[in-house]
Structures are given as structure tokens and as C-alpha cells.
DNA sequence: CAGTAAACGAGACGGTACGTCGTGTCTTAGG
DNA sequence: CCTAAGACACGACGTACCGTCTCGTTTACTG
């Protein structure tokens, strides 16, 4: 992760490397045991065996501290070659919903979101450390299809890029709408569905320029 | 909304009818200005003009509360008839994304979703009545599209359960991902994208029923 | 005790007379259990079987029910007849004293004493219903021991007056205070001190009119 | 007064000397303004320019703080040497009659002793700060009235302590129960009528040693 | 290798909201 | 008109957490 504090210190003290690992881990213990709502800084810094000073001198509040904590579950995400481009898909989709099915990302995830929807910084740094983070994953499945001749290469940069966003969006979005908001299973069919409707979408359109995907 | 307590009661003072959409309006109005971790229910009664008691008689607390509030506003989603499939979804996608552009959406709709993480009853609350409630476009449009040949019908009531719920999550899913976690406009450029990879991957999947779509 | 509305009403139904003394004794038994402070009307009107209604159109507050249900504590002291001005005395001190341990009486008449200080309409009201009430036992004590010929006939009334309510508080204080504020035991050895040393001052003082006593 | 908590703390933040004081002040000019019923501890912990949580860190509740409050009113009380028993006693008298006609020593020493008849840590600490600490003023009078041979000597330490006790409550419980439950003004003839009999009470008792006084 | 500057633990501090409870008033239906 | 039942506006309760502060102590780099 980025530093907290940009500017470097030459004098005093160094701050515990330690000690951003312990408080980050207890903030995802706590997540799982309390949720977003009742975890207080105070119980994690009691957890972390940190003075709440520690906790303040390196994260702003409840808010930043919650989605670094989250950010670092996102990156056990891996995209093993399966064979096929439906396969990868399929993968990376159980991955996605086995990560949201653990507590401290349901609530934490959520609740950093919402507190996004009123805090500009708060909502970029979900952005950076999360979604641009995580859309490798479409980058480098859609290489790994064009290598294997499953996907045509793609010329123009902006039209790629957009769609790896749309992607990018379709996916999660349905993963953690039907994991966290319809709140039914995210299973091994429900992901053949998924995965077959967006697959044939996305060839669909790229025979179809009208609506520039 | 369904009544909150199921008890009639015959004797005593009745409830007071207005109060209960006063102090709906009040949270939406409080969501507006304070977002869901800063909204406190002292507030909400001054609001609405109400004592705190009342508001404790008639809510458990503030997610249950919040819910209803926020529930009320996808009532507001229709379908209005625009000539073809692509259309109305392209213009039900809109009007959605213009609902969560509104604080109140924002805010209380995942601030909801982050303590439902961790409350059965929450959880379920949000699934009658925003998911359930709102899968009345999705069947309300493919009942229009196949009268207007664009759809097949489904013989097995199942297989079209599974494609509403599918078709839901996907659309649904999408439009908040982008609007709230990617934190990117959702604009009729993008709109068109989604639909023609929603429709063209539907329609694909209906002509090869192995992944029983 | 006398009517606490002074209109007495000639239509309607009629106020039930068993009400207010259920109510009374409900306050004394609220008392015993909870001490003035955590006495509560609500409290009061579950125990004596009445609507809260009922207590508010018949006493204006805790204090003034209070009042009343301890006023009529202090009417089951008498003055049997000892045989000596000392004797009564000192059978009355332990009388007083046996009502002062009752838990009702503890904490109500000093709660409303509190009260009082701030309050002239209650302070009158406790003058009349208890000090006056009870200043009886002075006067018939001093009557008795007149026709035993252990006091002299006192032929001014003012003087008189002056000099019972000067035993009153002597008196009535030093048991209260012992018992409430000093919290040391009332018992037949500390009544013997306290009758002797009053008696001895008054029969010292009414040789020495210098002191007006 | 003694400390509140016993164990002294060698790290932490120390707590603020200058609370304690203004809280307590505070706390009278609250019982001059409310009385003991309306007296709440967020209003005293806004006039001290306190939070509440520093308030209840240091005192129970309000019994508690309120009886520290009260006991530092009785400390103001002397005994000039006036030249007399009979004078020194009078012009206590007249000073204890001054210190309850304020309103924060009626309101409070009343309340508190209301709340103490169903506490007995509270009546423990009122007998303790209050009783036992203004006791030394007849002990004082007493000493003087030896030196001016006014009073002899007394050989039994256990029949001192008892005469010592019974004055106290004879003097203390007339005078505050002339002026707070009999609502009659303690001026200075009565203070002299009452210094009258206990005078001559005393030295007629000292000659009858029947009484043990 | 002593000085110094910052990090650290502990916990008090001024605030603010909590969810509950009591007050005194009111609004209903029934006697 | 009284009564029981209970909802109502108001406001205090005592608790918990917030984010800041003030201590005394520890730890590394620097002169």
C-alpha cells in the first residue's frame, strides 16, 4: 500500500513497520466480529496492542483505515489459466464471491461505500486501491483470450479501455448485487449463467460497432 | 409498506397516521444533508417534528428505519413503453442511475447494505422490499417484449424465474457498481453498451440451452 | 385529609372514594420498595390499580402525594398516659423515632422537605398537614402535666405558643436528625438523655424569665 | 475532602485540578438556580465548562457530588469567642440559621439525606463529611467553656463522646428543623430561648448523674 | 556516545449520540 | 363527567466513542 503520510521523516523515532500490519489485520478482525457499524478505532487499537495515537497518526479516521484493510483482500484475487476464456471466468467470478462471503469484506466493503457517497477523498481512494487495482484481472483474461485466439485484438486504446470498465462493472456488480443485495448464493451455475451471458454479449457486440463496444 | 407492528390494538391513544410519513420524509431529508453515519434519529424526530419515542415505538433503530425510507424511492422506477426492448431498458437503466444519484439513494441504500451484513432480519427486510419489489420491471419488460416478438416464451416457470433473478442481478448490479463503487457517470453512451451486451448475451444463451439459460 | 380539588361537582360520575386511598397506601408501598427518587406516578397508578388520569386530576405531583401519604403516618402517634411528664416524653421520642425507621417516612419526608426549599405552596402545605398536626402532642402533654402539677399554668398565650413550638423543634429535630442525619440509633437510653436535659432546661428557664421562655 | 478515588494514576494524562473545583461550585449555583430535583449533571457539567463524561469520572452521581457540593458550605462555620458559653452558642446558632437559609444548603442537605435513607455508602459518607467534621464546634465550645470554668472537666471519654453527640443533634436538629420543616425564621430571640434550655438543661443534668449525661 | 526529536503507551479531556425512562398532556372508547 | 389505556412532546439519564490533548517513556538517527 501507498504511504498514509507523504512526507518522509530523516529525525526521531521511526514509526513501527510492525505496527501497520497489526493495526490493518485487527481492523479485519474486528470487521468480522463487530461489522462496519460497532467498530470503533478504540477496540482496534486495544486489538492491535497499539495507543489509539498510533492509529490516528497514520489514518485519517474509521473510513480510511477500513478500506486499506478491505483493499489488501482484494489482491489474493488471482486469474489461473483454465483453458478457456469461459473457464477463467468462471474462476475469477467463485474467487470474487468466496472473498465476499467472508464477513470483513461484506460489511467493511459496504460500508466504506456508503460512506463514499459523501466524502470525495474517501471515494477516490476507494477507486485507486480497489477497483483500478482489481481491473487487471479483465486486462490480463482478455490477453490471455486474445493469445489463445478466443477474443479479437482490439485497436483503439479508448474503445479498450472502455470496455474493461464495462466489464469490469458488469461482473462485480452482479457478484456483489446477488451476493450482498439480493443476498442469494453466488454458485458454480449461477456462474456458467453469468458468464455465458456476458461472453456471448461481448461477441455479439464486437461484431456489431453500432454501440462502440 | 407493510405495518411495522402486527398488533391491533382497541384501546389507548391511536398512532398518529401523519407521523409516519413525516418522519420518512425527515430521514430522507437527513440522508440528504448528513449521509447514513452522520444521520442520528434525535434528528430525524426534530425533523419530522416528532418525539424520539415515537420514532423507537414504531422502528427498531436506524437501518430498519432507513430501509423503509429508501424503499419508498424505487417506487418511482416505471416502464414507460418506448417501442422496442432495447429501448426500455436503455431507459430504465437512466432512470435508475438518476434515483442513485440522489444522496439519499446513495447513502441510505449502502449504508443498509453494510449492516445487513451482519443482521438476518435487516437483510431479508431489504430483500422484500427494495430486490422483490423492483423484479417487477424485469418481468413486466420481457412480458412486453415477447407480445412484441422480441422474446421467446419461456415455457418452464423455473428456467424464467432464474433468468429474471439473472437478468436483475447483471442490470442492477451494474448500474450501482458503476455509479457507487467505480464512481463513474452512467450516461446514455454507457447505458447502450450495457443493453447491447445484455440483449445480445440473452439472446445468445437462449439458443443454446446448455448453460440453462 | 382534606379535599385536594375544593369544587365539589353535582353531574358526571362520581370520583371513586376508594381510589385515593388505594392510591395513598400504593404510594407508601412505592416508597418502602423505591425511596423518593425512583417513585414514579406511573409506578404509583399500576400499583393502586388506576390510570395515570386518575392520580393527575387528584394531586398535582410527586410532592404533593407524597405529602399527603406521609402525613397520614405521623397521625398514628399518640400520648398514653405514663404516669410522669418525663415518661411521655420519653414514650413519645421512641414513637416518633419507630415511624422515622419505616422507609416511607425516611425517605418521604425528607424528600419533600428538598422539595420545599423551593417551593412555598408545598412548604405551607407540610407545615399544616404535618408540624401543626402534630404540635397536638406538645400541648396535651404540657395540659396533662399541668393538672399533675408538674408544670405551672402559663398566663400568656403568646409566650405559651412560643414556648411550644420552641419544644416542637427541640424535640421533633433532635429525633430526626439523630436518626436521619446522624444515622445513630434512637433507643431508650439516648430518649432518657434528651427528655432530661429538655425538661430540666424548661422547668430552669420558666424560673428566668430573662429569655422570654 | 478526601480524594474521590483512591489510587493514585503515574501515567495517562493527569486529571485537571481546576475541574474539581468548578464543578463543585458549579453544582452550588445549580441548587440555588433548580433546586435538588431539576438539578441535572449536564447542566452542572456546562456551567463548569466540563464535559459530563469528566463529571462522572469522578463522582458516582449526583447524591455523591452533591453532598461533597454541600460540605464544603458547613466548613465556613466558626466559633469567635464571644466571651460566654451562652454567647458562642448563640452565635453559631445564628451562623448554622445563615448557612440554611441559602437555598443550595436547603435543596441540597435535605435531598441528600432523602436519598441516603436508602443508601447507606451515602449516608455513611454524609454522616462522615458533614456530622462528624461539624462536631468539632461543640467539642471547641465546650474546651473554651472549661478554660472560662463555665463547664468542669469531664473524666469518662465515653460519657463526653455521648454528651458531645447529644448536642450536636439537639442544636443542629433544632435549628434545621425550625427552619426547613417548620418554615419559622431562626432569629435571635429564638436563638436565645433555645441556648436558654440547652444551657440549663445541661447543668441540671451535669448535677444528676441519673441520666448518664 | 550523548543529544535530540519523534514515536509510543496511557488515559483524561470536551463533545455528541445513544436508547431508555419519567413527566404531564392528549385522545380514544367505554361506563 | 369519570375511567382505563396508551400515544404523545419533552427532556434527563448514564454509557460509549469520537478525535484531541498532555503526560512520561522509549528508540533510533545524528553531531
Known sequence: MQSR??????TGRPRSAAADAAILAATRAALVELGWSRLTLSDVAFRAGVAKTTLYRRWAGKNELVVDAVAELFD???LPDRGSLAADVEGVVLQFAAILDRPEARSGLMGAVA??????????????SIVERQKRLVVEGRARAQERGELPY????RTAA??????FDLVAGAVVHRALVSSEPVDADWAVSLTQVLLLGIAGAAQNPAGSV
Request: hydrophobic share 35%.
Open 5 to 10: 503520510t507523504p512526507a518522509p521523516r530523516a
Open 76 to 78: 489474493e484475487l488471482e
Open 115 to 128: 460512506e463514499a457517497a459523501r466524502d470525495d477523498v474517501l471515494r477516490e481512494r476507494i477507486r485507486a
Open 154 to 157: 482490439e485497436e483503439d486504446p
Open 162 to 167: 472502455r470496455t474493461v470498465d464495462l466489464i
